[in-house]
């Protein structure tokens, strides 16, 4: 996901440059904060953007339900005429409009969560870089320190003596994992599995012929009680 890819691209590059001996923690943590803030704005256009797509999707949902009760009526009305084969293909179209429902219904959960995950996670970020603008000038001398101390550029990593550039490095790796889970639902999207799903609904189609008679049957006992 290009999110995540961004933030990640920014923390780890400014992180690892935090090590180097020749950069100017200072500097440094001033471009990390106005880096991040770029992501963050393009991020939370990303975020509108996909809680627009979960409310489109939901307001489907009302749509396909309709069209479902919408069928049912059309069935009890052909009944009631006496044209049992009208009814049965006015069945049919409410079983298919049932399955789009239940469709647009995951389409839409998975929406909101994305957008939910997606929010939580810009919260967490936007407080670092809070955190980072409040504390910036002491930061730049604990590194300046810790450096010092280290002995040697690489040993200055993971002992800044601070907890915000410890939370940083626990973020990107935070991210790291919501891009791995993004990636593994990319996986379950494959071919193969679009056509193994593919097969069971055309079983389902098949034994969708005696659902469509009991639900014919039991609309006629309705209208006949």
Same mark, same amino acid.
């Given at each position: 996901m290009g999110i995540f890819d961004r933030f990640n691209r920014v923390l780890k590059s400014n992180l690892n440059s935090l090590v180097d001996q020749a950069e100017d923690p200072g500097k440094l943590l001033e471009q990390t904060i106005l880096d991040m803030e770029t992501e963050l704005k393009r991020a939370k256009k990303d975020?509108?953007?996909?809680?627009?797509?979960?409310?489109?999707?939901? %307001? %489907?949902?009302?749509? @396909?339900?309709? =069209?479902?009760r919408s069928w049912e009526d059309k069935a009890v009305l052909a009944l009631r005429a006496g044209d049992e084969s009208l009814a049965r293909e006015a069945l049919k179209m409410k079983q298919k409009a049932k399955q789009t429902a &239940?469709?647009?219904?995951?389409?839409?959960? &998975?929406?909101?969560? +994305? &957008? @939910?995950?997606?929010?939580?996670?810009?919260?967490?970020?936007?407080? %670092?870089?809070e955190d980072l603008k409040a504390r910036k000038t002491t930061l730049?001398?604990?590194? $300046?320190?810790? $450096? =010092?101390?280290?002995? +040697?550029p690489s040993g200055a990593?993971?002992?800044?003596? +601070? =907890?915000?550039?410890?939370?940083? =490095?626990?973020?990107?790796?935070?991210?790291?994992?919501?891009? &791995?889970e993004v990636e593994a639902s990319n996986v379950l999207d494959d071919p193969d599995r679009a056509r193994v799903e593919a097969r069971f609904r055309e079983l389902e189609k098949k034994s969708g012929g005696s659902a469509l008679d009991d639900e014919l049957a039991a609309l006629k006992r309705k209208l006949e009680g």
């Open positions: 975020l509108i953007t996909q809680l627009g797509t979960a409310k489109r999707l939901e %307001k %489907k949902i009302d749509e @396909h339900q309709a =069209e479902v &239940a469709s647009g219904q995951r389409q839409a959960e &998975a929406a909101a969560q +994305s &957008a @939910h995950d997606l929010q939580g996670t810009l919260e967490q970020i936007e407080a %670092k870089i730049a001398a604990q590194v $300046r320190r810790a $450096r =010092e101390t280290s002995g +040697s990593r993971g002992r800044f003596g +601070s =907890e915000a550039l410890d939370g940083l =490095e626990q973020l990107s790796g935070r991210i790291d994992q919501l891009e &791995a």
